[in-house]
Structure formats: structure tokens, C-alpha cells
């Protein structure tokens, strides 16, 4: 966790402070859970407010101070799917195409290799967020065994661009 | 941490930084008594040009 459990005590009482602190300690892992899913940057930018509207919103429901990193990251991954059902939904292939062609997704502008998305969002929640490998199976809904091998994949790519 | 991986890190940190939008009303209230947790703002008058 991110905050010390007083802080996340006081965030869940409502406290103005403590929602500072957290969103200073909790400002850029949400946006990564959520490039992971949508792929514009208008996209991603309205589902990470909506995500901190829903978080303070409904702070006080938070079973405990412990569980308010998982539910941060549970929040803005519910969030960005709920978000890329609704295109997939109400988009029509001719926009779907030439929205691919214009501008990088937000996930290749944080991650500008040759990796694929699950290598890409593994290698940032693992090395770039030191998240666990328990974690990682829940943000994305694979096994920790699939999630280990895509590491893997990822880590060689990654070492060999950044050892030049 | 070997060389490759915080190279890794500091780019994508970097990256993140930079694209990671901004809630205003978050932002706002980080503000206390002119200082953004520990970071002095900067006062009006910094914000006039020096040719005025």
C-alpha cells in the first residue's frame, strides 16, 4: 500500500487531507490500470475521473484501511472496462478502423516497444509498480503462471532495447 | 536493481508523469496554506513578467 493505514483510516472517514494524500500517493498506477483497457486518451482521461469520483464517492464503504489499494485498483479496472464494453457496443467498424490509424494508444505512448499489451501492462505492473504476482493475475484476469511467462517474454525484449 | 530495469523505470516514470491527466478538484485540495504537500507555490507577483 501506498499510504500509511492512518491515512487510509482518515481517507475512509471522509477526511479532505487524507483524499489528498491518497491521490498523491495513488495518482499514476489507476491511469496505467486503465490505458491497459481504453485505447484513446480522451478515454482514459474520463474514465480516471470518473474512477476518483466513484473512489471518494463511495469511500465510506471500504471494508478496511488495507483493502483501499485493491479497491483503488479494483475501481479504476471496473471503470475502464465498463468504458471499453460501451465502444465495443456502440461503435461502428468503419470508426473502429480509422481510429486505430490516427494517434498511438495511451498504453503505446507510456510503452513505446515492440512488446504485445499483456507483455506491455505486465511489465509495468511488475516493474514499473513492483506489483505482486497475485495482484497482477487479478488486474488483467489471467493465471500467475501465464502472467509469469509473459514477464518473461517481456523482460528479455525490455533488457535488450534498455542494455544498448 | 540492474541497469537495464532502472533505465526501464526512469522512462517510464518519466512517461507516466507526463501523460497522467490532473483531477482539479484532488488538486485543489492538496493546497494547503500555499504549499502543494512540501512544495512551496509560487507567489502572484513571480508570475508577472520581468520586462512589466
Redesign the interface.
Known amino acids: 500500500m501506498n499510504v500509511s493505514i492512518r491515512t487510509a483510516t482518515n481517507f475512509i472517514r471522509g477526511d ?2 487524507a ?3 491518497v ?2 500517493a495513488y ?2 498506477l489507476p ?2 490500470i486503465i490505458v491497459a483497457y481504453v485505447k484513446t ?1 480522451e478515454d ?2 474520463d474514465v ?2 470518473e474512477t ?1 469520483t466513484r473512489v ?1 464517492t463511495n469511500r465510506s464503504t471500504i471494508a478496511s484501511p488495507s483493502a483501499l489499494h485493491s479497491y483503488l485498483c479494483q475501481t479504476a479496472r471496473n471503470c475502464a472496462i465498463d468504458c471499453a464494453k460501451n465502444k465495443e457496443e456502440n461503435l461502428n467498424p468503419e470508426v473502429e478502423e480509422s481510429l486505430g490509424e490516427n494517434e498511438p494508444t ?1 498504453l503505446e ?3 513505446p516497444l515492440n512488446l504485445s499489451v499483456e507483455e506491455k501492462t505486465i ?2 505492473y511488475r ?2 509498480f513492483g506489483l505482486s504476482w497475485k495482484e497482477i493475475s487479478e488486474l488483467i484476469s489471467i493465471p500467475m503462471s501465464t502472467a509469469k511467462l509473459h514477464y518473461h517474454e517481456a523482460k528479455k525484449k ?2 535488450e ?3 544498448k | 536493481m540492474s541497469n537495464w530495469k532502472k533505465k526501464f523505470v526512469n522512462d517510464f516514470d518519466a512517461r507516466l508523469e507526463k501523460e497522467t491527466p490532473h483531477v482539479e478538484t484532488l488538486e485543489k485540495a492538496t493546497t494547503k496554506n500555499g504549499c502543494l504537500y512540501g512544495r512551496k507555490l509560487p507567489s502572484p507577483l513571480a508570475l508577472v513578467p520581468l520586462s512589466l
Open positions: 479532505d487531507v483524499a489528498a494524500e491521490y498523491q495518482r499514476k491511469y496505467f486518451k482514459a482521461e480516471y475521473q476518483f471518494l495511451p505512448s507510456l510503452l511489465a509495468g516493474i514499473g525490455i533488457k532495447t534498455y542494455s
